[in-house]
């Protein structure tokens, strides 16, 4: 764990020998659920691309209030697809913030990420509302019965699927080409009808021409890691939503969706435009 963790005693079948792009994303976000393996990785990508600690606060934060909007919208089930480390606010706890009714399970394939979960929905959760599974993103039908088995969702009804800052980590196949779309595709299929598609995505397509040099060094770092990435056109990230409505204000930067949603207590961002934060998001609905 960090520094104020025992770094001595992971949990069963966590690598240390590489970094977890899970890990690295909660120590930006100020976690403690990461190794020194994550935080020098960390500490080396800021070093040549410190706005990116912002950029992932920006993401986290467009997170909040796509829960805090679509809890307004009536919804009351969220789907947490690569969910991560629970750190900075939680599906759950956000939404209850709205109201005390929600339902949330969380899935993850780290297992740093599920150990976390599990224990701070033992501490703080409602086992009748709340619940995490291990579960790959690759085996969408897999997956969907893995939340079934939860007895949380009720599928009859709609749901808000959050595919929150993970599609831009590669989804190999078995012949090692990124599936991540077509796993959202059948994502989209399994959905029930009202149901909600949440997308977060990095692009090098529309940033400041210094970052986009810097998302190249970005994505060499990642991919010689143990987690490849891609940086998908904004063309692209639309396409992941299909045929869903997209709920207003559109496809558009973190910082610009629905910032009436934002929390008086939201950390400042460091940036000068909404082009810097080199994430594309957009919320669909399922006709």
């Known amino acids: 764990m960090s520094q104020r963790g025992p770094d001595a005693f992971p949990p069963e079948g966590v690598d240390l020998e590489h970094p977890s792009v899970a890990r690295v994303y909660d120590y930006l976000l100020g976690g403690d659920a990461n190794w020194a393996i994550d935080r020098a990785f960390g500490d ?18 467009y997170l909040h209030r796509a829960v805090r909007h679509l809890m307004r919208l009536g919804v009351r089930q969220f789907i947490d697809i690569g969910s991560g480390i629970p750190t900075m606010g939680n599906t759950h706890q956000v939404a209850d913030e709205v109201s005390p009714d929600a339902r949330v399970v969380y899935i993850d394939n780290e297992p740093v990420a599920v150990a976390h979960s599990r224990y701070l929905l033992e501490k703080h959760g409602d086992p009748k509302r709340h619940a995490v599974v291990q579960a790959d993103m690759r ?18 009804q709609p749901v808000a699927v959050l595919l929150v800052a993970v599609l831009h980590v590669q989804q190999p196949g078995h012949d090692g080409t990124d599936i991540g779309p077509q796993c959202v595709a059948r994502y989209r299929e399994l959905m029930p009808s009202g149901s909600y598609l949440v997308i977060s995505q990095v692009t090098d397509e529309g940033v400041p021409d210094e970052l986009a040099d810097k998302l190249v060094e970005l994505k060499a770092m990642y991919d010689a890691s143990s987690n490849p990435v891609v940086w998908r056109k904004q063309s692209e990230i639309r396409d992941l939503l299909g045929d869903f409505e997209l709920v207003e204000p559109g496809m558009t930067w973190t910082p610009l969706w629905h910032p009436e949603e934002s929390s008086p207590n939201s950390p400042e961002l460091e940036f000068s435009t909404p082009e810097e934060s080199v994430i594309w998001v957009g919320v669909g609905r399922k006709p």
């Open 139 to 156: 085996d969408p039908d897999g997956l969907w019965e893995r939340v079934a088995e939860t007895g949380v969702i009720d599928f009859e």
């Open 44 to 61: 080396k990508v800021l070093a040549g691309f410190p706005v990116l600690q912002s950029v992932a606060i920006s993401n986290r934060l």
